[in-house]
């Protein structure tokens, strides 16, 4: 088994594209997804029983059907109701749609989570409204916002590449490209993985610094003795 | 076009039938998951520096790729090594490696909240390791993860109907060449994602059941 550079060498343009177009796909269904994850996540609080039936049939069957068979019947269900898309436009419609649910739920936990009169104490302290929400409210609703964002995102960016199987020529699909010409599936793979991961890290990193700078990161540190973190943890070093 | 129910009902039935090979595939993948999960955990906490370096190399790869990409590695690279597989025993193997890493994740939060006086008092009494793995953490550990590990299942079953891709003749692989028959895609898709639906709900419904009969066993 040798690695064949040249063939990269070849046909590294082909899978920039596609990482590009990548990049564009997910970029565009993090912002439609978000705005409808969010917009599902305030329904779901609204207190009338058909409007949280409604929530809750959407995140079911949006959460319990593999996204490859949401994108399929986007795909074929548009044209069923008249309307036609590239097929660039309908993935990204239906990456938009699934990561929505997930993004609603993530939402719905950070409001939930916040706990009772928090507005209230900061104006009664002597902060303005703007204020209270910018200082209190937001930064609380944030911490337990970003951490799962980010793990959801990067599920994203993961679940993209199956939008190969309706033609979108994005990372994955070139990969399949290049294997087809070339008839080197190892090749092509190992650099595909590589832009994958190279772009999982890139984000995670983004958002751990986006985490430091607003200041919401949370260091917890769980004192151990070193018998039980022998057992209980799974780092390297045993904690102290 | 309208949406023919009667073309839903008609092929429902070849559906169902091949929704069980789904079922099949996912847990087969649960109990190899499971059981990596568990053992790539013990072996992570016995702090070998070089096992614990690879096995966070896995991780991050593992994490950081998609699963068709996998997928596609165990299906058409391993043959490249020798390893000729057939589509469902690539796809099953793909899976499983995927999941077993997800699975540790899942465990090294759950090890985090067991509290460290359990292990001091079982080592107090004397207990070997290995019984204090079996007998004081691991009972603990698999009560604390249930729902994540009740969620990682469903995402199992979500995982085999990427295996159409590589040929594994499932329900969206059934539902795709009925289609391609009858001319109504639209109708066999809501089939497919009927039997996911259903599947699904099933198992976290069982989930919930197995929930509230260890909080009542604990009781």
Known sequence: MRFDIGILAQYWPILLQGAWLTVRICLTAFVVGYALGILVALLSLVPSRIVQALVAVYLAVLRAIPFIIILFLVYYGLPFAGVRFPAVVTGTVALSLFASAYYAEIGRAAIVALPRGQFESARVVGMSPLQAMRHIVFPQILRGLVPPSVNMTLTMVKESSVLSSITVAELTYQSLVVQGNTFAPFEAFAAVTLIYWAIAILVARAAALFEARTGVAERQDVERSALAASFLSLDRRPAR | ?219
């Open chain 2, 1 to 219: 076009m309208s949406f023919q129910v009667a073309t839903l009902m008609s092929v429902l039935p070849a559906l169902i039938e091949a929704a069980l090979v789904n079922l099949r595939l996912a847990a087969i993948v649960v109990v190899l998951a499971v059981l990596g999960g568990t053992g790539l955990t013990v072996l992570r906490a016995m702090k070998i520096g070089v096992v614990n370096g690879l096995i966070g190399v896995m991780i991050s790869f593992i994490r950081g790729t998609p699963l068709l990409i996998q997928i596609f590695i165990f299906y058409y690279v391993a043959p490249a090594f020798g390893l000729d597989l057939r589509p469902e025993v690539a796809g099953v193997a793909a899976l499983s490696l995927n999941s077993a890493i997800f699975i540790t994740e899942i465990m090294r939060a759950g090890l985090q909240s067991i509290p460290p006086g359990q292990v001091e008092a079982a080592s107090a009494l004397a207990l070997s390791r290995r019984a204090i793995w079996l007998a004081v953490v691991l009972p603990q550990l698999f009560r604390r993860i249930l729902p994540v590990l009740v969620n990682e299942v469903t995402i199992i079953v979500k995982g085999t109907a990427l295996l159409s891709v590589i040929t594994v003749v499932d329900v969206l692989r059934t539902a795709q060449q009925i289609a391609s028959a009858s001319y109504r895609p639209f109708e066999t898709l809501v089939g497919a994602a009927l039997c996911f639906l259903a599947i699904n709900l099933a198992v976290m419904a069982a989930g919930r059941l197995l929930e509230r009969r260890m909080a009542d066993a604990r009781a």
